[in-house]
């Protein structure tokens, strides 16, 4: 009877450990830019797609919204999501700071 329990809690912890993501399309309403956002429930992981770069993020949860924060070599991106209406705001770090805001979209993941 022990290892039939013992089973069952081993396979039950080993489905939770599959990390369940949620996927955002976002689209500005200056330009028209499509970004694409990922993030891995229950971590401070996702990532950030837009044009040619995809690079890894660090996600963090808040009340009534998610920030996506960016880091490569070229710039620092910061996605602002807010909740329920996914409305997002973008700040870009370069040489010259420019900001976006649009509207996101959930995907089914």
Not at 37 to 55: C, H, M, N
Request: hydrophobic residues 40%.
């Amino acid at each position: 009877m022990k290892k039939w329990m013992i089973a069952a809690l081993v396979a039950h912890v080993a489905t939770g450990a599959v990390a369940q993501q949620r996927e955002f399309v976002c689209i500005s309403d200056i330009d028209g830019t499509e970004y694409r956002l990922t993030r891995l429930e229950g971590e401070q992981k996702g990532s950030v797609k837009f044009g040619d770069t995809t690079g890894d993020a660090q996600v963090f949860p808040g009340l009534n919204n998610m920030t996506f924060i960016l880091a490569t070599e070229q710039h620092v991106m910061t996605f602002f999501v807010k909740s329920p209406d996914l409305s997002y705001n973008l700040s870009i770090r370069r040489p010259v700071l420019q900001n976006d805001r649009g509207q996101c979209t959930e995907t089914g993941a």
